[in-house]
């Protein structure tokens, strides 16, 4: 078995191939593309299928530069989507709620 060596490994390993945030936690990705892949997946709330739109990026502050994939609902989509689009690809992505309905997203370009 693979020793863990720190809270970011052990962080690394919880998520799988995915980036996520949680409630007050901002995260700074690295996108590789400006658009996404559109995708269907079950949501974590209801356990239904919905649409949502598929990026794959590396966050800057973990994960040695494995790349991972971070998935975001459409309305969420369209903030990160617009910032990438300006030319940026290093993001600094907060989030703020912790359910369904309360949950946002602040973005803002970071200079690479």
Do not use: C
């Not at 962080?11 to 007050?24: H, R, T, V």
């Amino acid at each position: 078995m693979a020793q863990i060596k720190s809270n970011d490994e052990f962080e690394d390993w919880l998520e799988g191939d995915y980036i996520f945030l949680k409630p007050g936690e901002t995260r700074n990705p690295e996108f590789k593309t400006v658009a996404g892949e559109i995708v269907e997946e079950r949501s974590k709330f209801t356990d239904k299928l919905q649409k949502k739109v598929l990026w794959y990026a590396v966050d800057v502050d973990r994960h040695n530069g494995k790349e991972k994939k971070f998935s975001i609902s459409r309305s969420h989509a369209k903030s990160i989507y617009a910032v990438l689009k300006d030319g940026h690809k290093v993001l600094a992505i907060s989030r703020i709620g912790s359910g369904p309905k309360d949950t946002k997203y602040t973005v803002k370009g970071l200079e690479t």
